[in-house]
């Protein structure tokens, strides 16, 4: 089954006429994704890529039961297009969007969480079950089905984990960018259950980077999990009070540093890579553990 | 982004909030006429962005017009070394304010709680100090209370919150319409971070901002155009400055190996990797996603400006970017730029073959790995 999303899934894209959405969109086809409707308010009626194009959320919900969204709105206007698909039922949105205001990712993750929507980002990558859909942007040839799941805040440094574990003959289950920003749809924590249910799912890698405690939470709930975690953290060296880029990362004050967050997984038994390249090793020796 | 004591007053003062008269000097002569027109004793204050002011002798009294003169004089220009700043942050302006007779000093905090999704509010009766020394050793003596997003800051949360702190009973009621103030200002501002410390009772029972600390959100600045002018005066580093000017993702480290990467957690993970061969990083620079020709060569060009630079890595992982269009920016940019130090290149993913078959015979050192790539830099730098 795979988590979230499978061949099954029914993908809206919100802001389809634009160049990053008409791009991703065909990629999104090529990967073999059900693209079944896109949203542009004043563009209803037209094709792009010969996916039919809706004026509302609403409306093309209505007439192809989309029940997946992708996001590729300008970040002025992201948080309301989530809000938009959150009110035409759709249940699993995922927002590439990357710039949005703080103060409109608070009110919109308050309200997804209320109607019990499950928001995946923004400021991310999008999400992949290999071999059978592809949402968001990631590059789709360095994913092979497998037993790995993986739940990153980073876009690149995902990639470059997933073309480290198809070369070490690792493949991969469900892969979550969960976003950079400050304030997530889904942390760590919020999608760990999912992927510990999950049959096709035998062990988890999880890349976080430094910046808020969603790590040291996550640590908490791992000890509870009955299949293996290994972790990752980027920004090792990353000098206090300087953002690294995400609007996330940043150590501020005694909160989010480095070594808080390896102790605390390592505490719960986590093994956790210094380098990347470790990762493969970690997986390979904790699926034989298992077995 | 961080913006001065001065620019945070002004901004608070729209919203209601209660602060010292005053105004900004850049001369000598400016702080002298202001000092005249506020009459009495007066305070002279350096604006920098680095904490710990008053005990580096960055905030000074004046009786006189001359003395507030004079206090400018040797604040303009200089360098101010606090616990914060080490190396010293440069003087350009000073805050000229009527000095206050301080009864209490508090402290009154808003700022994003990562863990819940929504802000905080913080009070606390002990003002004054260092806030983050306080929440160690007395965390009890912050008082915090938690906004609903739809629903904004209650009058009665405020009151609760102030008389669960310990201000002073018959300060209570100014204090609470001080707190929603600045709870509007925090919201209407977009700000990440809206500090009073200390938050003044003043002798004669007035609540006074006696310093101000206001960090905007910077996706918010698009729907601010009145923040545009201390956007230049927020940078401190003038590379730091050009690059954004150019639109580029650029930290300054202090190192001497120049990183360029795409997207922040693979160029944070190469900072790692290169520290873990033995190097010290000059920069942190993210080109993002789908970067053309013309960026690469602009995020070299900004790399190169550091003097210190001894050898640049580029590490570039394709999704959306294609390694050719970053392979034509850096032989762009070696040209246009008489590249004198080495480069290592780490090319993978979306046409990353293409990008090498570009490069070769160039000079540059390729690496197929982030390992290999940190490995090699800090060989041809050391």
């Given at each position: ?56 959320v ?44 703080v103060?409109?990712m ?9 109607k ?78 999912l992927?510990e249910?999950?049959p ?7 890349v ?33 009070g ?50 | ?23 900004v000097?850049s ?10 027109e ?6 002279v ?18 009786d ?9 004089r ?5 360098r ?23 009864a ?9 709680d990562r863990?819940?999704?929504?802000d ?10 260092d ?11 912050i008082?915090?209370?938690w ?13 609760q ?52 600390k ?15 002018e ?11 400055a050009?690059?954004?000017r150019?639109g ?17 957690g ?6 790692d ?17 789908g ?43 070696i040209?246009?730029l ?27 050192i ?10 090699k ?6």
């Amino acid at each position: 089954m795979a988590v979230l999303i499978d061949k099954n899934t029914r993908v809206l894209v919100q802001g389809i006429t634009g160049r990053e959405g008409e791009f991703h969109t065909r990629q999104m086809l090529d990967y073999g994704t059900q693209v079944v409707a896109g949203v542009t308010p004043g563009k209803g009626g037209q094709e792009v890529l010969g996916v039919p194009v809706f004026d509302t959320v609403k409306q093309a919900v209505s007439a192809t039961g989309a029940d997946a969204s992708v996001i590729f709105v300008p970040a002025p206007f992201a948080a309301d297009a989530v809000l938009e698909a959150a009110d035409a039922g759709i249940r699993l949105i995922v927002c590439i969007t990357e710039g949005i205001p703080v103060q409109d990712m608070v009110k919109t993750v308050a309200l997804v969480r209320q109607k019990g929507v499950r928001l995946i980002g923004p400021n991310c990558p999008g999400m992949m079950t290999a071999g059978q859909c592809k949402i968001g942007i990631m590059p789709g040839n360095i994913f092979t089905p497998g037993p790995v799941g993986l739940i990153s805040r980073s876009g690149t440094l995902t990639y470059e984990i997933v073309d480290l574990l198809t070369k070490a003959g690792l493949g991969q289950s469900t892969c979550i960018g969960i976003g950079g920003d400050p304030v997530l749809g889904s942390t760590f924590v919020d999608l760990l259950p999912l992927f510990e249910e999950d049959p096709d799912t035998q062990a988890m890698v999880l890349v976080g980077e430094i910046g808020g405690s969603d790590e040291e939470i996550a640590a908490e709930y791992i000890r509870t999990m009955r299949k293996p975690v290994i972790g990752f953290i980027s920004g090792r060296t990353a000098p206090p009070g300087k953002r690294m880029g995400h609007a996330g990362a940043i150590i501020s004050g005694r909160t989010g540093t480095p070594q808080a967050k390896v102790d605390a997984l390592r505490s719960a038994g986590v093994p956790v890579a210094d380098a990347l390249y470790e990762i493969p090793a970690l997986v390979k020796q904790a699926l034989t553990n298992r077995t | 982004m961080k913006i001065h004591e001065y620019q945070a007053k002004e901004v608070l003062a729209r919203y209601g909030v209660a602060v010292p008269r005053g105004r900004v000097a850049s001369t000598p002569e400016e702080a002298r006429a202001i000092a005249q027109e506020l009459g009495g004793r007066v305070v002279v204050k350096a604006q920098v962005h680095a904490g710990g002011r008053g005990k580096a002798g960055g905030i000074r009294l004046a009786d006189t017009p001359e003395q507030a003169e004079q206090h400018a004089r040797a604040l303009i220009g200089s360098r101010l070394v606090t616990p914060q700043a080490p190396q010293g942050v440069p003087v350009h302006k000073v805050l000229v304010e009527e000095a206050i007779s301080i009864a209490q000093e508090y402290y009154l905090g808003i700022t994003l709680d990562r863990a819940r999704q929504r802000d905080v509010v913080m009070v606390s009766a002990m003002g004054g100090m260092d806030i983050e020394q306080v929440a160690e050793e007395h965390p009890d003596a912050i008082v915090k209370v938690w906004v609903e997003p739809w629903q904004g800051l209650m009058p009665y949360q405020a009151r609760q919150a102030l008389y669960d702190a310990g201000i002073a009973r018959e300060a209570v009621s100014t204090a609470t319409r001080f707190l929603l103030a600045l709870y509007k200002a925090y919201v209407g501002s977009d700000a990440s971070l809206a500090e009073i410390n200390p938050f003044v009772l003043t002798t004669d029972g007035q609540c006074l901002a006696a310093d101000a600390k206001l960090n905007i959100d910077d996706n918010a600045l698009f729907r601010h155009p009145e923040f545009g002018e201390y956007k230049e005066e927020s940078e401190e580093d003038p590379i730091e400055a050009e690059a954004h000017r150019r639109g580029i993702q650029y930290v300054r480290l202090g190192g001497d190996i120049g990183i360029i990467g795409n997207g922040a957690g693979l160029v944070m993970s190469t900072l790692d990797e290169v520290s873990r061969a033995g190097g010290k990083p000059a920069n942190f620079l993210d080109i993002g996603g789908g970067a053309k020709a013309d960026l690469v060569r602009n995020a070299l060009e900004i790399v190169l400006m550091d003097p210190n630079v001894k050898g640049v890595l580029f590490n570039v992982f394709g999704g959306i970017t294609r390694g050719d269009e970053v392979a034509k920016g850096i032989l762009e940019g070696i040209h246009s730029l008489q590249v004198q130090v080495p480069i290592v290149i780490r090319l993978a993913g979306t046409r990353a073959e293409e990008g090498l078959a570009l490069l070769q015979g160039t000079g540059l050192i390729p690496a197929v790995t982030m390992q290999e790539a940190a490995r090699k830099i800090v060989e041809v730098t050391r």
